[in-house]
């Protein structure tokens, strides 16, 4: 029986492209081609998939740059069994590198490894590679008040339905009983760690991460970065 593929990606010529390369393959069947905005409409069409190759980021986009996450999150709930194959031009970005562990993705590749049409092909009939890495620099996470019992990605779709960006940008009387409150409710979704702008503990105790610490921490976890110089490169 052949493998259903179903491929997710926003720039139209990396799409299409792919789309080209699995069409016709023995032992695949191309499902369908998506957008990230398509995917996110999906639902229980996904228990057609057998195998989801995802584009992680769309640096474009306003808000969370990374949708590929919430995509593989998607086919998880809909198609545990599915295998989901991310490709990204920001393979040494650690936030998602994180998010994508956290989403479930089974392997996980730069762009550039998978240019090759024979080499994307065989990833796809053959269901090897590599799972998703930790960070690049292990105290990535730690400065940003992130342990292995955070949620990043609760926390990021929090703050995108709460307008958190905005409304931190603002940051109108931040010394209210509101802010406390807004601080208390994001950080039951995220579980942070208080840490001071330098990455440090706080001198005096605190279980809440502070304003500027949750401003920075969505920075870090829904904003493309610059690849590392002189490494692959890449949009994605």
Same mark, same amino acid.
């Given at each position: 029986? *052949?493998?259903?593929?179903?491929?997710?990606d926003?720039d139209?010529?990396?799409?299409n492209?792919v789309?080209?390369?699995?069409?016709g393959?023995?032992?695949?069947?191309?499902?369908?081609?998506?957008?990230?905005?398509?995917?996110?409409?999906?639902?229980?069409?996904?228990?057609d998939?057998d195998?989801?190759?995802?584009?992680?980021a769309?640096?474009?986009?306003?808000?969370?740059q990374?949708?590929?996450?919430?995509?593989? %999150?998607?086919?998880?709930?809909?198609?545990?069994?599915?295998?989901?194959?991310?490709?990204?031009? !920001?393979?040494?970005?650690?936030a998602?590198?994180?998010?994508?562990?956290?989403?479930?993705?089974?392997?996980?590749? !730069?762009?550039? =490894?998978?240019?090759?049409a024979a080499?994307?092909?065989?990833?796809v009939?053959?269901?090897?590679?590599?799972p998703?890495?930790?960070p690049?620099?292990p %105290? =990535? =996470?730690?400065r940003?008040?992130v342990?292995?019992?955070?949620?990043?990605?609760?926390?990021? +779709?929090h703050?995108?339905?709460a307008d958190?960006?905005g409304r931190l940008a =603002?940051?109108?009387?931040?010394r +209210?009983?509101?802010w406390?409150r807004?601080?208390?409710?994001?950080?039951?979704?995220?579980?942070? !760690?208080?840490?001071?702008?330098d990455?440090r503990?706080p001198?005096?105790?605190? *279980?809440?991460? +502070?304003?500027?610490?949750?401003?920075?921490?969505?920075?870090?976890?829904?904003?493309?970065?610059s690849?590392y110089?002189?490494?692959l490169?890449?949009?994605?």
């Amino acid at each position: 029986m *052949d493998k259903r593929v179903v491929v997710v990606d926003d720039d139209d010529i990396s799409r299409n492209g792919v789309a080209v390369i699995l069409t016709g393959v023995p032992g695949l069947r191309l499902v369908a081609a998506l957008t990230h905005e398509d995917a996110a409409g999906w639902g229980g069409r996904w228990r057609d998939a057998d195998v989801v190759l995802v584009d992680a980021a769309d640096e474009r986009r306003e808000g969370d740059q990374f949708p590929g996450v919430a995509v593989v %999150e998607q086919v998880r709930r809909h198609r545990p069994q599915a295998l989901v194959i991310v490709f990204t031009g !920001h393979f040494f970005d650690g936030a998602v590198r994180r998010r994508m562990r956290e989403a479930g993705a089974d392997l996980f590749f !730069h762009r550039g =490894e998978l240019a090759e049409a024979a080499t994307l092909r065989a990833v796809v009939l053959g269901g090897t590679g590599r799972p998703v890495p930790g960070p690049e620099d292990p %105290e =990535e =996470e730690i400065r940003h008040g992130v342990s292995r019992r955070s949620t990043v990605n609760a926390a990021v +779709s929090h703050a995108m339905a709460a307008d958190l960006p905005g409304r931190l940008a =603002e940051r109108r009387n931040p010394r +209210s009983r509101a802010w406390e409150r807004l601080r208390r409710e994001f950080n039951r979704h995220a579980g942070l !760690h208080a840490m001071t702008c330098d990455g440090r503990a706080p001198d005096r105790e605190q *279980d809440l991460p +502070s304003l500027p610490q949750i401003a920075r921490f969505l920075r870090w976890a829904t904003r493309v970065k610059s690849p590392y110089p002189g490494r692959l490169d890449g949009r994605g």
